[in-house]
């Protein structure tokens, strides 16, 4: 059975910048809506992006959209999450998500994701 693996984690202080990885293994990859959702101690799970294959397509939680870009490269079977301008509430668990679907409906909802990496931690100092 397939995983996802993130990396790329760190402690950072405000307005530093981070780049997360997300390999996948044994999925495929290339066909499916790939995603990014966060967690704080105490918060449910939160949507932060999302990208379709084939049109690629990105979709974004409106507090990071202007400082968050989400990529694929799918020939390295690795999804990108580019983090700049990182304010200490993106402080979070991150985890990439992966799920058998080329469509965006309910692309924010976290239950539609079949696959889960481990999550890597991101903090960020003020």
Same mark, same amino acid.
């Given at each position: 059975?397939?995983? %996802?693996?993130? /990396?790329?984690?760190? %402690?950072?202080? #405000?307005?530093? !910048? %981070?780049?997360? /990885?997300?390999?996948?293994?044994?999925?495929? +990859?290339?066909?499916?809506?790939?995603?990014?959702?966060?967690?704080?101690?105490?918060?449910?799970?939160?949507?932060?992006? #999302?990208?379709?294959?084939?049109? +690629?397509?990105?979709?974004?939680?409106?507090?990071?959209?202007?400082?968050? $870009?989400?990529?694929?490269?799918?020939?390295?079977?690795?999804?990108? %999450?580019?983090?700049? !301008?990182?304010?200490?509430?993106?402080? #979070?668990?991150?985890?990439? #998500?992966?799920?058998? /679907?080329?469509?965006?409906?309910?692309?924010?909802?976290? /239950? $539609?994701?079949?696959?889960?990496?481990?999550? $890597?931690?991101? $903090?960020?100092?003020?």
């Amino acid at each position: 059975q397939g995983h %996802l693996v993130e /990396s790329g984690g760190g %402690l950072v202080q #405000a307005e530093d !910048s %981070l780049r997360l /990885s997300c390999e996948g293994f044994g999925h495929p +990859f290339n066909r499916d809506v790939m995603g990014w959702f966060r967690q704080s101690p105490g918060q449910d799970r939160e949507f932060v992006a #999302a990208i379709t294959p084939f049109n +690629f397509k990105t979709y974004y939680l409106d507090s990071v959209k202007d400082r968050f $870009t989400i990529s694929r490269e799918d020939t390295k079977k690795t999804l990108y %999450l580019q983090m700049n !301008s990182l304010k200490p509430e993106d402080t #979070a668990v991150y985890y990439c #998500a992966e799920r058998p /679907s080329q469509s965006a409906i309910r692309i924010r909802d976290s /239950s $539609t994701y079949n696959y889960w990496g481990q999550g $890597t931690q991101v $903090t960020v100092s003020s």
